[in-house]
């Protein structure tokens, strides 16, 4: 069985950071991609960053793009979403998720080749400004 457990989430100053650490367990990495979303009051769940660490290969969506850095420890099953300068607007709550390939060769953890069907329970990010 699948299972994610996130956490690392709290309430930071803006220009803080915070670090989210993902545990997964049930799979292998060499056979997932792993993502990061985010959920606002009020607003949809966004796509935030994602990694197939089998490959190496990262995504960022705009709004975090220079500041968020996803990693992964393959050893520990684990993931992290290091997030720097934060700012109110990245309040949110905060899921990772686990993805099978849709297609055979994917290698990019994009959310159109990669079926992200097992979630963890979320980590709120509060940033107060």
């Known amino acids: 069985e699948v299972q994610l457990q996130a956490s690392g989430g709290g309430l930071v100053q803006a220009g803080g950071s915070r670090k989210l650490s993902c545990v997964a367990s049930?799979?292998?990495?060499?056979?997932?991609?792993l993502g990061w979303y985010r959920q606002a009051p009020g607003k949809e769940r966004e796509a935030i960053s994602c990694?197939?660490?089998?490959?190496?290969?990262?995504y960022y969506a705009d709004s975090v793009e220079g500041r968020f850095v996803i990693s992964s420890d393959n050893a520990k099953n684990t993931v992290y979403l290091q997030m720097n300068d934060l700012q109110p607007e990245d309040t949110a709550i905060y899921f990772c998720?686990?993805?099978?390939?849709?297609?055979?060769?994917?290698?990019?953890?994009?959310?159109?080749?990669?079926?992200?069907?097992?979630w963890g329970q979320g980590t709120q990010v509060t940033v107060s400004s």
């Open positions: 049930g799979f292998s990495f060499d056979d997932y991609a």
């Open positions: 990694i197939t660490p089998s490959e190496g290969f990262t």
């Open positions: 998720a686990a993805g099978r390939p849709i297609y055979r060769g994917a290698t990019r953890c994009y959310s159109e080749l990669y079926d992200y069907s097992s």
